[in-house]
């Protein structure tokens, strides 16, 4: 099982370009999530899914948008790149909500320059 | 709002030394769980508690869950370099997701 696979792993982006990072999982989990990581800090949620066709909002998630088309894909959007959504973005998803443990993808290191 | 603090930020110890990381909820949580990321790593799911008072462990290290389910701890005994990285605790927030505490970055000299 390859898991929760994210691409790209690295990627520059000048201020004010748009990007999508890919997130995709073959475990047939509903929920997903997206979370960064800014330099020796910890895990801020930005973005959930409890399904297909389901997003909300966690708690950083100005500056991104995301959508949930399918079980196994949940892309995030960031629109008008800013040298403060420089960080490390991990996909993650789970079996059940908050009552089982989390797989996360190995992450996109996101630079914007 | 909900907070998950963990103590200490840092610690760094000599092969072969115990070490442990405290992790503290503002709120009662359902479970706490815990993580481990390598340096440049993601987050790995170590284990889940979800009784109070609960003791789960794994070879060197031992889970505990406070008896209020506020608290929580990991213990490392006998410290090796392979136990370097952040511990991460987390627990619901709102049912359907899960909130991380700060993390303790864990430094072990051999």
């Known amino acids: 099982n390859a898991g929760v696979t994210q691409t790209p792993k690295f990627r520059i982006l000048k201020i004010g370009q748009s990007m999508t990072l890919q997130c995709a999982q073959d475990?047939?989990?509903?929920?997903m999530y997206w979370y960064r990581q800014d330099p020796g800090m910890g895990l801020k949620l930005i973005y959930y899914?409890?399904?297909?066709?389901?997003?909300d909002k966690g708690e950083v998630p100005n500056g991104y948008n995301v959508s949930r088309s399918t079980t196994e894909d949940f892309p995030l959007r960031l629109e008008l790149a800013a040298p403060s959504q420089t960080s490390v973005y991990f996909c993650?998803?789970?079996?059940?909500?908050?009552?089982?443990?989390?797989?996360f993808g190995s992450g996109t290191r996101l630079t914007v320059v | 709002g909900q907070q998950v603090m963990q103590i200490p930020q840092y610690q760094h110890v000599q092969e072969g030394e115990d070490f442990t990381t405290y992790c503290n909820s503002s709120?009662?949580?359902?479970?706490i769980q815990w993580y481990k990321q390598r340096p440049g790593g993601h987050p790995v799911f170590l284990i889940q508690?979800?009784?109070?008072?609960e003791v789960k462990k794994q070879k060197r290290l031992t889970f505990q869950f406070g008896e209020a389910k506020k608290n929580s701890s990991l213990h490392i005994t006998a410290t090796q370099t392979t136990d370097v990285g952040t511990y991460f605790c987390?627990?619901?927030?709102?049912?359907?997701?899960?909130?991380f505490g700060t993390g303790t970055r864990l430094q072990v000299f051999p």
């Open positions: 993650a998803s789970s079996y059940s909500a908050g009552g089982s443990g989390y797989t």
């Open positions: 475990m047939n989990h509903n929920y």
């Open positions: 899914s409890v399904g297909a066709g389901i997003t």
């Open positions: 709120t009662t949580l359902s479970n």
């Open positions: 508690l979800v009784k109070s008072g």
């Open positions: 987390a627990g619901p927030w709102n049912t359907d997701k899960l909130i």
